[in-house]
């Protein structure tokens, strides 16, 4: 069957990621232009909620690029692009927030975050093997091909779920730190859950099209063993 019914479903999810990222792009982009009250970059920011979390250890960098935002677990760096570091937006504070947010939920070792970095590097090698057994299975119409990479795909569908917690639990951490440290006022909370919830739909997307895709081979897998057992 060269058109699976799951595929229409995957289309429609597929269609909300593309969605999702025009929104992104779309309110960082008109965020930018509303300078928020305190008047704090960033980079400021970030500083300021790193330092009064006991996180004075934890360095903020810059680095090339447009939303290439992140926190690097693995050496305790809090990385913001260009536009965040140096701009004093709606956006950028939301965005440097965020990323601090993950940064107190490492200190803190939030339980969602610990289990995704303790499945990463597992994730990293099924994730790279998947696609193959999974092509090798319909190619070849192995059945026991397939359920093997059935069973590699659900680590990086796993992956994706748990990242979900993870965002929206970082997001919440940066506008409360925001608002309670006097970062952003009441009347700027609406652009900041603008730009962090767009940010946050990206990664529910993503999510439905893996959990649509391991359920799409899942029911070829089990229709294809109810018709060799015929």
């Known amino acids: 069957m060269l058109f699976h019914p799951m595929d229409f479903l995957i289309l429609i999810a597929f269609g909300l990621s593309i969605w999702a990222q025009f ?6 982009k008109k965020w930018s232009e509303v300078e928020t009250k305190s008047r704090l970059t960033g980079a ?61 939920q490492h200190k803190e070792s939030y339980g969602a975050l610990t289990l995704r970095h303790k499945m990463f590097p597992m994730v990293n090698l099924t994730s790279g093997i998947a696609p193959f ?9 192995s059945f026991s091909l397939i359920g093997l990479g059935i069973i590699f795909f659900s680590a990086a569908v796993a992956f994706q779920v748990i990242t979900l917690p993870v965002e929206f639990n970082a997001s919440t951490r940066a506008k409360n730190l925001m608002l309670s440290e006097g970062i952003i006022w009441n009347d700027e909370k609406h652009g900041v859950n603008k730009v962090l919830g767009a940010a946050a739909l990206t990664y529910v997307a993503a999510a439905l099209i893996s959990v649509l895709e391991l359920l799409k081979y899942i029911l070829i897998f089990f229709q294809g063993t109810r018709e060799e057992d015929n």
């Open 133 to 141: 057994l999974l092509l090798g299975g319909f190619l070849f119409q």
């Open 44 to 104: 400021e920011v970030a500083r300021r909620i790193l330092d009064n979390n006991g996180l004075h250890h934890v360095p903020v960098e810059p680095i090339p690029g447009t939303l290439t935002d992140h926190y690097d677990p693995t050496v305790c760096v809090v990385r913001l692009s260009e536009p965040v570091y140096y701009s004093s937006s709606i956006a950028s504070v939301s965005v440097a927030a965020h990323e601090v947010g993950h940064a107190i």
């Open 23 to 28: 929104k992104v792009k779309g309110n960082f």
